[in-house]
C-alpha cells in the first residue's frame, strides 16, 4: 500500500517562497512518475509540475521559470520548490504516484490529502 503525506503549505506574501514536501511510504519505484496538481475552489484540479527518473521534468506553463521539481530517491520524498509566487497560486496542492508521467490526473493511482497554499497580495 503507498502512502503520500504533503507537507510545507501555508501562508506567504506575493514574491516570496515556498518548499512543498511529499513523503513516500509504502512500496515505491524509482520509475514513477510523481506530479504535483493543485485545485482552487470551484476549479478544476490541473497540472503542475512532474518528474520521473530524478531526470525528466516538465512543467505547466503558468509556473514554468519559478516552480522547480526534485526528488531524493533515499527519502522516497518529491519536493516543489515555489518561487515568486502569485496569488493566482493559490490553491490546495496534491502529490500524486503513477506509472508515467502525464499531466492527466485519472492516469495517477495515488494521491496525498492536500496542503494549502496561499498567496496574499
Known amino acids: 500500500q503507498v502512502q503520500l503525506v504533503e507537507s510545507g503549505g501555508g501562508l506567504v506574501q506575493a514574491g516570496g517562497s515556498l518548499r512543498l514536501s511529499c513523503a513516500a511510504s509504502g512500496r515505491t519505484f524509482s520509475s514513477y512518475g510523481m506530479a504535483w496538481f493543485r485545485q482552487a475552489p470551484g476549479k478544476e484540479r490541473e497540472f503542475v509540475a512532474g518528474?520521473?527518473?530524478?531526470?525528466?521534468?516538465q512543467y505547466a506553463d503558468s509556473v514554468k521559470g519559478r516552480f522547480t521539481v526534485s526528488r531524493d530517491n533515499a527519502k522516497n520524498t518529491v519536493y516543489l520548490q515555489m518561487n515568486s509566487l502569485k496569488s493566482e497560486d493559490t490553491a490546495v496542492y496534491f502529490c500524486?504516484?503513477?506509472?508515467?508521467?502525464?499531466?492527466?490526473?485519472?492516469?495517477?493511482?495515488?494521491w496525498g490529502q492536500g496542503t494549502q497554499v496561499t498567496v496574499s497580495s
Open positions: 518528474i520521473r527518473w530524478s531526470v525528466r521534468t
Open positions: 500524486a504516484m503513477g506509472p508515467v508521467l502525464t499531466t492527466w490526473p485519472n492516469d495517477y493511482d495515488y
